[in-house]
């Protein structure tokens, strides 16, 4: 089974912290990358951040300072600390992960059923 599963959404204050992770099935054997976008509602989905295998990051502009994308490789998971939060960073948040279940197969895109993170006084 080939999963891709994300957790630790929820309800926080404008100013606040939450840290989303996402942890891919083990049967995926190689990821060149693992992401992080987001959709509101009324809005086409974008990406918030970036990681490689080797570490390379990459942030949108206006997560940048406030997000913080970081990987366990041993563990297939990828995490998204979020500091600051703002009412605009309400989303549902989706996990993509390019990886191959087969050293002898093409890479694919895999994504999570997304976690709602809502920022609201």
């Known amino acids: 089974q080939v999963q891709v599963v994300e957790s630790g959404g929820g309800l926080v204050q404008p100013g606040g912290s939450l840290r989303l992770s996402c942890a891919a099935s083990?049967?995926?054997?190689?990821?060149?990358?693992m992401d992080w976008y987001r959709q509101a509602p009324g809005k086409e989905r974008e990406l918030v951040a970036g990681i490689t295998s080797s570490g390379m990051t990459n942030y949108a502009d206006s997560m940048k300072g406030r997000f913080t994308i970081s990987r366990d490789n041993a563990e297939n998971t990828v995490y998204l600390q979020m500091n600051s939060l703002k009412p605009e960073d309400t989303a549902v948040y989706y996990c993509?992960?390019?990886?191959?279940?087969?050293?002898?197969?093409?890479?694919?895109?895999?994504w999570g059923q997304g976690t709602q993170v809502t920022v609201s006084s």
């Open positions: 083990r049967s995926i054997v190689s990821i060149l990358r």
């Open positions: 993509h992960v390019e990886g191959t279940t087969s050293l002898f197969r093409s890479y694919r895109d895999y």
